[in-house]
């Protein structure tokens, strides 16, 4: 089992920065993924980003080079720098970690919800 952490979520006005933060706890997470995922209200839950042990990131395409995930393996702890966030990006945000070899291995958080309003 996988317990985690989430900070970070808040509102921020368009055109601003937010960086959320999942500590994650539990047995072999370094081979694990790590990432943050999001789902709006009516959509499907889509990835945002997420990052191996050798901080090898993919990112969702709407991402656009406006949000960094890294990974510190000793901490089993993933960051994501939001800049520039749209009212689009509005959603609960769920830390992720999955068993690459495994897949049956995938935990959630419980989400940090991020609204973008002015």
């Known amino acids: 089992q996988v317990q985690f952490v989430e900070l970070g979520g808040g509102s921020v006005q368009p055109g601003g920065s937010l960086r959320l933060s999942c500590a994650a706890s539990?047995?072999?997470?370094?081979?694990?993924?790590l990432g943050w995922y999001r789902q709006a209200p009516g959509n499907q839950r889509e990835l945002v980003a997420s990052a191996d042990r050798f901080h090898s990131a993919i990112y969702g395409d709407f991402v656009k080079g406006r949000f960094t995930i890294f990974r510190d393996n000793g901490k089993n702890t993933v960051y994501l720098q939001m800049n520039s966030l749209e009212p689009e990006d509005t959603a609960d945000y769920y830390c992720n970690a999955r068993d690459p070899y495994d897949l049956s291995k995938d935990y959630w958080g419980q989400g940090t919800l991020v609204t973008v309003s002015s």
């Open positions: 539990g047995a072999g997470l370094l081979f694990y993924t």
